[in-house]
């Protein structure tokens, strides 16, 4: 299993990103797939999930913000970022799964993560 992110960077207060997550090396419809982010000092955090059956779920902070999307013939996961705040800067983390991703702790695969920043 292979997670390749893409897409991060720096953005002002407001703004819009859209990160990128291929896959490889797993069906990608037996598999869980979502996003988790990081900043210094906290946890990882869960953003936004997409389970085998293609229901989404997201952090209450980012609803009605942040979509997924998924191309499940190139297996990749697409979040898009809208109005973004500076307490969404953190690397963000692609996460796979063949049986859950509700949590940090439940994902067995990664990827190596990029990096968001918000300035205001």
């Known amino acids: 299993v292979r997670l390749v992110e893409s897409g991060g960077g720096s953005v002002q207060f407001g703004g819009s990103l859209r990160l990128s997550c291929e896959g490889s090396?797993?069906?990608?419809?037996?598999?869980?797939m979502g996003w988790f982010r990081q900043s210094p000092g906290k946890e990882r955090e869960g953003v936004a999930i997409?389970?085998?059956?293609?229901?989404?779920h997201y952090a209450d902070s980012v609803k009605g913000r942040f979509t997924l999307s998924k191309d499940n013939l190139r297996n990749i996961l697409r979040l898009h970022m809208n109005n973004l705040k500076p307490e969404d800067a953190a690397m963000y983390y692609c996460?796979?799964?063949?049986?859950?991703?509700?949590?940090?702790?439940?994902?067995?695969?990664w990827g190596q993560g990029t990096q968001v920043a918000v300035s205001p």
């Open positions: 996460a796979a799964d063949p049986w859950s991703c509700d949590s940090a702790d439940r994902v067995n695969y």
């Open positions: 090396g797993f069906p990608p419809r037996r598999y869980c």
């Open positions: 997409m389970k085998q059956d293609g229901a989404t």
